[in-house]
Each structure stands twice: as structure tokens, then as C-alpha cells.
């Protein structure tokens, strides 16, 4: 019962790098996401996907990728990463029944740092 | 997309003390859950609470749905209660948070 795994915890990129953040649930969740956290802005929304194959932008999407090939996997590409991307990620996913689908699940998260 | 305001965005109690945090969203929705993030950073449900009250032993929710808010209560604070208070309602496929509210409970 890993729940929400995300890998790697840190990370240093320098400027124009690229890499990808992953997340695999266990849950059979259908719901996944992607939120960035930073100070004094709460969590925002980057991408989600509401089941495999289907992906959607959230608030704050310019300057990643995803895909959805799985149910359990949902990558988060940085393609040319910058400073502003300098955030700790969240992925978090929910299920598909009435009310498990209003209750989020996190991970740990993942502390990005462009230099 | 839905507003959502906490308040206070800050707070800092003695041990043994309580608290009111506040949540309001700006669209009738009926799905507010509470998240506690630890000064590790981890982000914990604490409470699924579309309307009515919960309780989970010195915490407890009340969610008036109608009037667009929640309250989280956190009685006899402990140091273990610090981090980041924040609340979250969903809209079709998107979920909102607010900014948080900042706990520090002093020994």
C-alpha cells in the first residue's frame, strides 16, 4: 500500500536541462495530477488526467509536458527547464466513486532547484 | 474557477491552546477537505467534509455548505500540530486550494 510514489525527492538542473519528475499510484485512481508549490501561493495546478490517454492543463502549464499512457503512471516533463521552475511538486490523485473522487492523495513531493 | 480564502494566514498559539481556522469558497460545491502539511512538507488529509461537522480526536470540521465555509478546530494544540493548514474544494476536474494558514504552536 505505497499510495503515491514520487521520484526523484531532490533535484538540481541547471538552466536549459531537461528531465522528468515520476509518479505512480497503486490505487487504481483514475484522477492524477500535477501542483506546484510555492511560498505564499498555496498549490497550483500544472496538469491533470482523468484517466489513461487523456490529459488537460491546469493553471500554470507553460513549460511542462505529461502523458498518460497508464492508469498507475503520470510523468512530469520539464523540456528546458529555468529558474522560475524552481518549486517543489506535488502529485496527487484521487479515485473514481462518488466521494473518493473529491479526496486528493499526495506524495511526498519533489524539491526542484533550476540554477 | 472557485475562489478559496483562509484566514488567518498566520498563527502562533501557546501548547494547550485553541484554534479557529476559517476557509470560504466563492461557488456552492459541496467536497471541502482539510489538509495538514507537516514541516517535512508531507500533505495529510485530515478531513473530507462536504457539509455537517467531523471529528478526529482534537481536531473537528464544520462545513456549512450553503453559506460557503469551513471551520477547522484544533483544541489543546500540541507542537505536533505546526505546519500549513490549507483547504481544497474540487470544481469538475480541477481542484482548488487556498493560500494556507501557517500554524506555530510554542512549548
Known amino acids: 500500500n505505497a499510495g503515491v510514489t514520487q521520484t526523484p525527492k531532490f533535484q538540481v538542473l541547471k538552466t536549459g536541462q531537461s528531465m522528468t519528475l515520476q509518479c505512480a499510484q497503486d490505487m487504481n485512481h483514475e484522477y492524477m495530477s500535477w501542483y506546484r508549490q510555492d511560498p505564499g501561493m498555496g498549490l497550483r495546478l500544472i496538469h491533470y488526467?482523468?484517466?489513461?490517454?487523456?490529459?488537460d492543463q491546469g493553471e500554470v502549464p507553460n513549460g511542462y509536458n505529461v502523458s498518460r499512457s497508464t492508469t498507475e503512471d503520470f510523468p512530469l516533463r520539464l523540456l528546458s527547464a529555468a529558474p522560475s521552475q524552481t518549486s517543489v511538486y506535488f502529485c496527487a490523485s484521487s479515485g473514481e466513486r462518488r466521494v473518493s473522487a473529491n479526496v486528493l492523495t499526495f506524495g511526498a513531493g519533489s524539491r526542484l532547484t533550476v540554477l | 474557477g472557485i475562489q478559496v480564502e483562509q484566514s488567518p494566514p498566520d498563527l502562533i498559539l501557546q501548547e494547550g491552546a485553541n484554534s479557529t481556522l476559517r476557509c470560504n469558497f466563492s461557488d456552492s460545491v459541496n467536497n471541502l477537505q482539510w489538509f495538514h502539511q507537516n514541516p517535512w512538507g508531507q500533505l495529510i488529509n485530515l478531513f473530507y467534509i462536504p457539509s455537517g461537522t467531523k471529528q478526529n480526536g482534537r481536531l473537528s470540521a464544520t462545513t456549512v455548505a450553503t453559506e460557503r465555509y469551513s471551520l477547522l478546530y484544533i483544541s489543546s494544540s500540541q507542537t505536533t500540530d505546526s505546519g500549513v493548514y490549507f483547504c481544497a474544494v474540487r470544481l469538475w476536474d480541477q481542484f482548488y486550494f487556498g493560500t494556507g494558514t501557517s500554524l506555530t504552536v510554542i512549548p
Open positions: 488526467s482523468v484517466g489513461a490517454g487523456i490529459t
